[in-house]
């Protein structure tokens, strides 16, 4: 084989490596986006909720009910941004066991819910599992959540500030699901990563 030949192949073989390499590596990196503001696509609604979009988010303000994600998650991170009133009552629910019936038992519910009577599990506490380490109010502004969810590692950080590290084996993987419960809920820019 010709010297000039061999050195040819042997950069073609690195080459096609490295390009294997970053892609293998960015696939664990790579955000699906989930919802967009154009459509429902991967969602399923479970119950009467009004889920409309319109500018560039999906929103509800009567009746009750979840948008379910068609996709299973283990180990993830969520990026997402929600604007509610004051009297909302809302809620991530991640990990879902049935995605059929999503409650706050058979899911970890990241909460939306400023006004809870119980305010132990108010708006960025995991309901039965993490209070919030700090009181933000979501009502009336844009607030942006991101919830990572590690073996039994749970976290929370609303509008960049970390107000959930909690551990509970629960619940290992589901759908998320996106609650409206009351008062008016609005969900845009929903994005998931992978940690598996």
């Not at 996709?71 to 059929?100: K, M």
Request: charged share 20%; glycine share 12%; aromatic share 10%.
């Amino acid at each position: 084989m010709k010297p000039q030949l061999i050195v040819v192949l042997g950069l073609s073989i690195l080459g096609i490596t490295g390009a294997v390499a970053p892609t293998a590596l960015s696939a664990q990196d790579a955000w699906t986006t989930l919802f967009d503001g154009s459509n429902l696509e991967g969602w399923e609604a479970l119950g009467d909720a009004n889920w409309a979009l319109g500018d560039g988010a999906v929103s509800a303000d009567s009746g009750s009910g979840f948008l379910v994600s068609e996709e299973s998650y283990g180990d993830f991170e969520l990026t997402l941004e929600f604007w509610v009133d004051t009297p909302a009552n809302s809620g991530i629910f991640i990990r879902c066991a049935d995605p059929g019936q999503i409650r706050d038992t058979n899911c970890y519910e990241v909460n939306i819910f400023d006004t809870r009577p119980d305010q132990t599990y108010r708006t960025g506490g995991i309901v039965h599992i993490a209070a919030p380490t700090s009181v933000i109010d979501a009502g009336g502004q844009w607030n942006s959540y991101e919830i990572r969810a590690e073996g039994p590692r749970l976290r929370v950080s609303l509008n960049g500030t970390q107000i959930v590290d909690a551990q509970d084996g629960q619940f290992t993987e589901g759908p998320i699901a996106l609650q409206y419960g009351a008062g008016t809920v609005r969900f845009r820019n929903v994005r998931v990563r992978s940690l598996d």
